[in-house]
Protein backbone atom coordinates (compact mmCIF):
# COMPACT_ATOMS: atom_id res chain seq x y z
CA UNK A 1 0.00 0.00 0.00
CA UNK A 2 1.50 3.32 -1.04
CA UNK A 3 1.99 6.31 1.82
CA UNK A 4 0.55 9.32 1.46
CA UNK A 5 3.93 10.92 1.37
CA UNK A 6 7.28 8.94 0.77
CA UNK A 7 10.66 9.31 -1.12
CA UNK A 8 10.80 6.88 -4.41
CA UNK A 9 13.84 6.60 -6.69
CA UNK A 10 13.31 7.47 -10.64
CA UNK A 11 14.67 4.43 -12.47
CA UNK A 12 14.48 5.86 -15.96
CA UNK A 13 13.96 9.57 -17.92
CA UNK A 14 12.63 9.57 -21.69
CA UNK A 15 14.77 11.55 -23.96
CA UNK A 16 11.91 14.13 -24.68
CA UNK A 17 11.75 14.30 -20.68
CA UNK A 18 7.71 13.82 -20.74
CA UNK A 19 7.95 10.86 -19.03
CA UNK A 20 9.73 8.42 -16.70
CA UNK A 21 9.64 5.22 -14.63
CA UNK A 22 9.35 4.32 -10.67
CA UNK A 23 9.91 0.71 -8.53
CA UNK A 24 6.44 0.73 -7.78
CA UNK A 25 3.75 -1.27 -9.13
CA UNK A 26 0.69 -2.59 -8.49
CA UNK A 27 2.14 -4.57 -5.29
CA UNK A 28 2.13 -1.43 -4.28
CA UNK A 29 -0.96 0.34 -4.49
CA UNK A 30 -0.37 2.17 -8.14
CA UNK A 31 -3.13 1.58 -10.70
CA UNK A 32 -3.35 2.58 -14.30
CA UNK A 33 -4.93 6.37 -14.88
CA UNK A 34 -3.46 7.40 -11.03
CA UNK A 35 -2.49 10.91 -11.05
CA UNK A 36 0.28 11.74 -8.48
CA UNK A 37 2.55 14.42 -7.39
CA UNK A 38 6.08 14.32 -7.74
CA UNK A 39 8.09 16.56 -5.81
CA UNK A 40 11.94 17.85 -6.20
CA UNK A 41 13.76 20.39 -3.50
CA UNK A 42 12.25 23.06 -5.90
CA UNK A 43 9.89 21.96 -8.20
CA UNK A 44 6.88 19.85 -8.77
CA UNK A 45 4.90 18.21 -11.22
CA UNK A 46 1.81 16.01 -11.56
CA UNK A 47 1.92 13.19 -13.65
CA UNK A 48 -0.68 9.98 -14.41
CA UNK A 49 0.09 6.83 -14.79
CA UNK A 50 0.02 4.85 -18.10
CA UNK A 51 1.59 1.23 -18.10
CA UNK A 52 1.76 -0.56 -14.81
CA UNK A 53 3.74 -3.76 -14.15
CA UNK A 54 3.60 -5.52 -10.25
CA UNK A 55 6.69 -3.64 -9.73
CA UNK A 56 7.15 -1.09 -11.90
CA UNK A 57 4.95 2.23 -13.66
CA UNK A 58 5.37 4.43 -16.23
CA UNK A 59 4.29 8.06 -16.05
CA UNK A 60 3.91 10.98 -18.39
CA UNK A 61 3.55 14.58 -17.02
CA UNK A 62 0.25 15.97 -17.31
CA UNK A 63 1.31 19.44 -18.47
CA UNK A 64 2.52 19.27 -22.52
CA UNK A 65 4.38 22.57 -21.87
CA UNK A 66 6.77 21.52 -18.75
CA UNK A 67 9.77 18.59 -18.89
CA UNK A 68 10.41 16.32 -16.09
CA UNK A 69 12.68 18.19 -13.43
CA UNK A 70 14.15 15.04 -12.37
CA UNK A 71 17.15 12.79 -13.60
CA UNK A 72 17.88 9.31 -13.55
CA UNK A 73 19.05 8.03 -9.87
CA UNK A 74 17.37 10.89 -8.22
CA UNK A 75 14.97 10.37 -4.86
CA UNK A 76 11.98 12.77 -5.31
CA UNK A 77 8.88 13.23 -3.17
CA UNK A 78 5.84 11.32 -4.30
CA UNK A 79 2.29 12.13 -3.06
CA UNK A 80 -1.22 10.75 -3.89
CA UNK A 81 -2.68 14.47 -2.72
CA UNK A 82 -2.49 16.30 -5.86
CA UNK A 83 -3.67 19.56 -3.98
CA UNK A 84 -1.10 19.58 -1.72
CA UNK A 85 1.57 21.00 -4.09
CA UNK A 86 2.93 23.74 -1.42
CA UNK A 87 3.72 21.41 1.29
CA UNK A 88 5.64 18.94 -0.41
CA UNK A 89 9.31 21.12 -0.78
CA UNK A 90 10.02 20.69 3.15
CA UNK A 91 9.50 17.02 3.00
CA UNK A 92 11.50 16.48 0.17
CA UNK A 93 13.82 18.69 2.05
CA UNK A 94 14.12 16.36 5.09
CA UNK A 95 13.84 12.87 3.03
CA UNK A 96 16.82 13.87 1.15
CA UNK A 97 18.93 13.90 4.28
CA UNK A 98 17.52 10.75 5.59
CA UNK A 99 18.54 9.31 1.70
CA UNK A 100 22.14 10.40 2.20
CA UNK A 101 22.68 8.86 5.73
CA UNK A 102 21.11 5.64 4.90
CA UNK A 103 24.51 4.02 3.09
CA UNK A 104 24.84 0.14 3.17
CA UNK A 105 28.27 -1.97 4.81
CA UNK A 106 29.42 -5.10 3.10
CA UNK A 107 32.38 -7.95 3.80
CA UNK A 108 34.11 -8.22 0.58
CA UNK A 109 36.51 -11.34 0.09
CA UNK A 110 38.80 -11.64 -2.79
CA UNK A 111 41.22 -14.52 -4.42
CA UNK A 112 42.97 -13.72 -7.03
CA UNK A 113 46.08 -15.11 -9.58
CA UNK A 114 48.71 -12.39 -10.68
CA UNK A 115 51.87 -12.93 -12.89
CA UNK A 116 54.28 -9.56 -13.56
CA UNK A 117 54.62 -8.15 -17.12
CA UNK A 118 57.27 -6.11 -16.28
CA UNK A 119 60.26 -6.32 -13.68
CA UNK A 120 63.20 -4.69 -12.09
CA UNK A 121 65.39 -5.72 -9.20
CA UNK A 122 68.50 -4.56 -8.21
CA UNK A 123 71.16 -6.60 -8.16
CA UNK A 124 69.44 -9.04 -10.42
CA UNK A 125 69.99 -9.24 -13.66
CA UNK A 126 66.94 -9.44 -16.55
CA UNK A 127 68.33 -12.33 -18.12
CA UNK A 128 68.25 -14.18 -14.57
CA UNK A 129 64.45 -13.28 -13.92
CA UNK A 130 62.38 -15.72 -15.57
CA UNK A 131 58.74 -15.25 -14.24
CA UNK A 132 56.62 -14.30 -11.23
CA UNK A 133 53.41 -14.83 -10.24
CA UNK A 134 51.37 -14.85 -7.11
CA UNK A 135 48.34 -15.81 -5.29
CA UNK A 136 46.70 -13.33 -3.38
CA UNK A 137 43.60 -13.51 -0.74
CA UNK A 138 42.15 -10.24 0.81
CA UNK A 139 39.12 -9.34 3.04
CA UNK A 140 37.63 -5.28 3.59
CA UNK A 141 35.04 -3.82 5.17
CA UNK A 142 32.92 -1.84 2.72
CA UNK A 143 30.84 1.16 2.68
CA UNK A 144 28.21 2.42 -0.05
CA UNK A 145 28.33 5.88 0.62
CA UNK A 146 25.60 6.74 -2.52
CA UNK A 147 24.07 5.46 -5.82
CA UNK A 148 27.63 5.56 -7.10
CA UNK A 149 30.44 5.36 -4.74
CA UNK A 150 31.70 3.02 -1.96
CA UNK A 151 34.73 2.79 -0.54
CA UNK A 152 36.70 0.00 1.82
CA UNK A 153 39.44 -0.60 4.05
CA UNK A 154 41.16 -4.10 4.55
CA UNK A 155 43.99 -6.17 4.68
CA UNK A 156 46.01 -8.77 1.81
CA UNK A 157 48.18 -11.35 1.87
CA UNK A 158 50.18 -12.24 -1.30
CA UNK A 159 52.31 -15.51 -2.01
CA UNK A 160 54.84 -14.55 -4.92
CA UNK A 161 57.19 -17.19 -6.38
CA UNK A 162 60.14 -15.64 -8.64
CA UNK A 163 61.30 -17.99 -11.29
CA UNK A 164 65.15 -17.83 -11.77
CA UNK A 165 66.44 -18.89 -15.56
CA UNK A 166 69.79 -18.83 -14.42
CA UNK A 167 70.93 -20.92 -12.60
CA UNK A 168 67.46 -22.59 -11.92
CA UNK A 169 65.74 -21.83 -8.53
CA UNK A 170 62.53 -20.60 -6.96
CA UNK A 171 62.75 -17.53 -4.62
CA UNK A 172 59.49 -17.14 -2.80
CA UNK A 173 58.25 -13.65 -1.69
CA UNK A 174 55.81 -12.83 0.95
CA UNK A 175 53.94 -9.68 1.45
CA UNK A 176 51.02 -8.06 4.01
CA UNK A 177 49.08 -5.07 3.16
CA UNK A 178 46.69 -2.32 5.04
CA UNK A 179 44.40 -1.43 2.23
CA UNK A 180 42.15 1.16 0.83
CA UNK A 181 39.90 1.75 -1.60
CA UNK A 182 37.52 3.30 -3.66
CA UNK A 183 34.85 1.99 -6.52
CA UNK A 184 33.00 3.81 -8.67
CA UNK A 185 30.07 1.66 -9.46
CA UNK A 186 28.37 1.91 -13.08
CA UNK A 187 23.76 2.05 -13.98
CA UNK A 188 22.06 -1.21 -12.80
CA UNK A 189 21.58 -3.54 -15.61
CA UNK A 190 17.93 -3.86 -16.22
CA UNK A 191 16.04 -4.38 -13.23
CA UNK A 192 18.55 -6.22 -11.29
CA UNK A 193 21.73 -5.08 -9.34
CA UNK A 194 23.85 -6.71 -11.60
CA UNK A 195 26.52 -4.08 -12.95
CA UNK A 196 29.88 -3.50 -13.90
CA UNK A 197 32.53 -0.99 -11.58
CA UNK A 198 36.19 0.45 -11.68
CA UNK A 199 38.18 1.81 -8.72
CA UNK A 200 41.75 2.11 -7.45
CA UNK A 201 43.32 0.43 -4.49
CA UNK A 202 46.27 1.60 -2.29
CA UNK A 203 48.19 -0.54 0.31
CA UNK A 204 51.33 0.37 2.54
CA UNK A 205 52.58 -3.44 4.11
CA UNK A 206 55.84 -5.57 4.60
CA UNK A 207 57.54 -7.64 2.53
CA UNK A 208 60.18 -10.89 2.78
CA UNK A 209 61.77 -12.51 0.31
CA UNK A 210 64.07 -15.91 1.11
CA UNK A 211 67.12 -16.11 -1.60
CA UNK A 212 68.07 -19.44 -1.17
CA UNK A 213 68.45 -18.66 2.82
CA UNK A 214 69.44 -15.41 2.39
CA UNK A 215 66.32 -13.44 3.77
CA UNK A 216 65.65 -9.49 2.68
CA UNK A 217 62.62 -7.60 4.12
CA UNK A 218 61.25 -3.82 4.44
CA UNK A 219 58.58 -1.74 3.41
CA UNK A 220 55.93 -2.49 0.00
CA UNK A 221 53.77 -0.05 -1.47
CA UNK A 222 50.90 -1.22 -3.97
CA UNK A 223 50.93 2.17 -6.13
CA UNK A 224 48.14 1.43 -6.87
CA UNK A 225 45.66 -1.28 -8.34
CA UNK A 226 43.65 -0.22 -11.13
CA UNK A 227 40.27 -2.52 -11.26
CA UNK A 228 37.47 -2.87 -13.82
CA UNK A 229 35.06 -5.39 -12.28
CA UNK A 230 31.60 -6.91 -12.83
CA UNK A 231 29.52 -7.20 -9.60
CA UNK A 232 26.43 -10.55 -10.01
CA UNK A 233 24.03 -10.33 -7.34
CA UNK A 234 23.53 -14.20 -7.14
CA UNK A 235 21.05 -14.08 -3.81
CA UNK A 236 19.23 -11.39 -1.49
CA UNK A 237 22.86 -9.12 -0.23
CA UNK A 238 24.96 -11.76 -1.79
CA UNK A 239 27.08 -11.15 -4.64
CA UNK A 240 29.98 -12.61 -6.54
CA UNK A 241 32.76 -9.95 -7.88
CA UNK A 242 34.77 -10.93 -11.22
CA UNK A 243 37.38 -8.62 -12.07
CA UNK A 244 40.46 -8.32 -13.65
CA UNK A 245 43.08 -5.30 -12.84
CA UNK A 246 46.75 -3.89 -13.19
CA UNK A 247 49.07 -2.94 -10.18
CA UNK A 248 51.96 -1.55 -9.16
CA UNK A 249 54.10 -3.15 -6.41
CA UNK A 250 57.39 -1.51 -4.92
CA UNK A 251 59.07 -3.23 -2.32
CA UNK A 252 62.27 -2.06 -0.82
CA UNK A 253 63.89 -4.62 1.60
CA UNK A 254 67.68 -4.65 3.19
CA UNK A 255 69.75 -8.19 4.02
CA UNK A 256 70.80 -8.21 7.43
CA UNK A 257 74.00 -6.67 6.50
CA UNK A 258 72.32 -3.48 5.45
CA UNK A 259 72.63 -4.38 1.76
CA UNK A 260 69.53 -2.70 -0.42
CA UNK A 261 67.42 -5.09 -2.72
CA UNK A 262 64.61 -2.99 -4.16
CA UNK A 263 61.69 -4.32 -6.91
CA UNK A 264 59.27 -2.77 -9.13
CA UNK A 265 56.65 -5.13 -10.47
CA UNK A 266 53.78 -4.21 -12.97
CA UNK A 267 51.25 -6.93 -12.61
CA UNK A 268 48.04 -8.51 -14.29
CA UNK A 269 45.81 -9.90 -11.97
CA UNK A 270 42.50 -11.68 -12.00
CA UNK A 271 40.21 -11.78 -9.50
CA UNK A 272 37.27 -13.76 -8.18
CA UNK A 273 35.59 -12.79 -5.10
CA UNK A 274 31.78 -12.54 -2.96
CA UNK A 275 29.98 -9.74 -1.43
CA UNK A 276 27.82 -9.88 1.79
Do not use: C
Not at 39 to 68: G, M, P, Q
Not at 218 to 224: A, D, I, M, T
Request: proline share 3%.
Amino acid sequence: MILADQLVLIKSVSNTAKSFVIPLGTKHGVSLGQESLFTTDSLSVAATTKEVTRHHSYWEINDNLARVPFHKGQYVNFSNDIEALYDEIPLIKAGAKMVEYKSQQFWIFRASYSFALTQTSSFVSGGQESSRNAAQIQALYTRRVSQKVSWGAGLRYDWENNQLATPPSDIPTERFYLLGQGLYHFDNMGESKNHFYSGLTFGLGRSTTNSNGLVSSGFSLLLPEIIMGFNWEAFHKFAFLLEMAFENIVSLESYSDGLQQNTDLLNFKLTLGFKF
